[in-house]
Structures are given as C-alpha cells and as structure tokens.
C-alpha cells in the first residue's frame, strides 16, 4: 500500500515527508493506522548521527493507533484494537524477559539496524528499503510492526494521549519510581524539564519525595514543573550554581536521588549531577550521552567512601505489557498527568517545525497528529 511518512535521507538533513511504500504484515508483525506520535529527542539523534542507523529511515518510535491488519500467529491483537506502541520489543521468552528485565530484552538489539526482525524491509522509498526506528517508524501515517512492540489499551483512552505512553512517560516516570526507587521523605533533583524530566519529576512527586528539585534553563518549562508536575524547588543553572541550590534545598546533605535527563548528557550536566548527590547517594542517568563520550567525573574514592550509586536505565526500567496499562490507570485515576506535557501539535508536513522548537526549548512534547482516531 501507499503511505506517508517522514523519511531520513543522511546525517544533518532535515525529515523529508513523501510518499512510500509499505508492505503488509509478515509472520508476528501487526499494521497500524498511526493516531499520533511524540517529537522524541533521540529521534533527533538520527540527524546528528549520535544515535547511527542506515538511510534511509522512518523516524518515530513513540506513538499509538488502531490495528488495520494482523500477520500469521498473531494473537494478542486483532484489527480494530487501539494499541500503544513500544519502542523496545518484550519477547516474554529470553533470558533478560525471564528475570524482569523486558526493557533489556534480547531482541533490543534490532532497534537501530533499520529492517525488521526477520532482516527484510516493510518501508520502501523507490527500489531502495528504508529502515524502522526502533522497529516502529511512527513518523509515517501507517506502519508495520513486531507484535511483541503492541500493547493493547482501552478504547477509552484517547489515543492522541496514549502516543506520550511509548517512550517519554516510562521513560521518566520509571527513572525515578523503578531504578531509583524513590521512597516517601527523599530528596531528588531532576536535571532537564522536558519530556522525559516532566515525568521523572511527577514519578517522584508522587512516590512521596519530600523534596523535588528542578533544574532547568527554560522559564516556562521551571513555572510548569512548580505548578503543575509537583517539583517544590526550581532553579535556573545560567543563574546560579545549581549544585549550591540543591544543597540549600537539602539542608546541605545533598541529593538522595539526581536524575539527569537532558536532551543531551553532557559531561558538565553530568559532573553537576554527581557532585550534588549526598551519602548513599542514586544517580541515574537517562539521556544519551554523545557518542564519543568519555568518561564519568566521578573517583572510585567517592563511590566507595560515600556509598553513592551511579545507575544506567533504558526505558524506565519498566516492563511495557505490565507498565503501560498501569501508566494508563494512574492517568485515569487523575494521579498522572498527560495532557499537560504536550505543548504544540504539528501535522507531518510540520515535522521539522517541531523539531526546530524543541530545539528551542519551546516544548515539553511536541505531538504529530496522523488521524482523527
């Protein structure tokens, strides 16, 4: 069939929206008429090439939908399902799946290599075989997936907010409730209000955190996380020294939790991070870091002496069959907030216009409207 999408042609090059080709669903895979998509910054990765895939690309790899059409063995889905998409398979059966760890399932390692799992193209852009993000693709009008990156939701959820549950909710929001494990009383600080920062503030926020600090350089994104998100301190890092902020704000102990989540993990953001963590001290790291990063301001003198922790964590840590209907329910339940994240919509012809104002720090979360679902 013929779609739309917004293709990645090289390194440094603007999204170019066209028509391609996709091909229907092969064995286990599932095809979806996309209702949105979140603006992602590691989607922005592909242009700078910090996060490397062959070109062509689909982008998009955060997004929710109904299912069209089902391939042979599916089961867990079937047409006219609305769906969430997540951007790490959970194949339920691998070693990683087995212990609790969907997010670090084995088939993972497919995410970045452009085809499917069977090593064949669904995105065509002329002869030439255009690679999935994530296995996703979502910045396309349909798409053609894996069915262990389906979960299926309740109809009831408007899908255009359901899109914001593939990559950035879980993703800050399991920061700080799975791998920091944030308890009643803590004090954390969140470097970066965006998409992902927003929902680590609220993950702490409503595990209980005595004090949540939030630093981020954007005016309006500091007055949301205070006002609505739940963060009790913000501060503007161009303004003062944000390692002394977090220290006044924590009575000079320090930081029992520091969540760095910027849009990218520079060693300065990561040095700050570190230094205002206290004793027994968890800092987690969420961004990606630049590809020829090296490596981290810390002395194993402090790690040891000091008990501080330093923790890696990829998609929340959480388990997207089991996590994202959670997330669901807690919107539900009005103890998550989802609406409030996005900040502008934009139609696919608009694409890099969203991605010109995240760059700007305009947005929480731009989301791509591709249907009336």
Known sequence: MKTRAAVLHGRNEQFKVQEVDLDPPAQH??????????????????????????????????????????????????????????????????RSCAAGHSNLCDL??????????????????????????????????HTVVPDVSVVK???????????????????????????????????????????????????????????????????AKRKLAYEVFGATHVVDPNAVDPVDAVLEATWNRGADVSIATPGVLTEA?????????GKAGRAVLVAVPPADAGHLPITPFDVVMFERQILGTVYGSCNPFSDIPQLIDLY??????????????????????????????????????????
């Open 29 to 94: 895979e599932v095809r979806v008429r996309l209702a949105a998509t979140g603006l992602c910054h590691s989607d922005y990765h592909l242009v700078t090439g910090d996060l490397p895939m062959p070109y062509p690309v689909i982008g998009g790899h955060e997004g929710a939908g109904v299912v069209e059409e089902v391939g042979a063995e599916v089961t867990a889905v079937e047409p006219g399902d609305h769906v969430v998409l997540s951007f790490i398979p959970a194949c339920g059966h691998c």
């Open 108 to 141: 993972g390692a497919n995410i970045l290599a452009g085809p499917q799992l069977d090593g064949s193209y669904r995105f065509h852009v002329g002869a030439q075989g255009a690679g999935q993000m994530c296995l996703l693709g979502t910045f396309a009008e």
């Open 153 to 219: 939701i309740d109809k009831s959820v408007p899908l255009r907010t359901a899109a914001l549950i593939g990559c950035g909710v879980p993703t800050g929001y399991g920061a700080a409730v799975n791998k920091a494990k944030v308890r009643p009383g803590e004090s954390v600080v969140v470097w970066g209000a965006g998409g992902i920062g927003m929902n680590a503030i609220q993950g702490a926020a409503t595990s209980g955190a005595r004090v949540v600090v939030a630093v981020e350089p954007e005016e």
């Open 269 to 277: 953001i990561l040095a700050q991070a570190l230094r205002a963590l």
């Open 332 to 373: 539900q339940s009005g103890k998550l907030k989802l609406d409030e994240l996005v900040t502008n919509t934009y139609s696919l012809d608009q694409i890099n216009d969203g991605y010109e104002a995240m760059l700007a720090g305009q947005n929480i979360r731009g989301l791509v409207i591709l249907s009336d679902d």
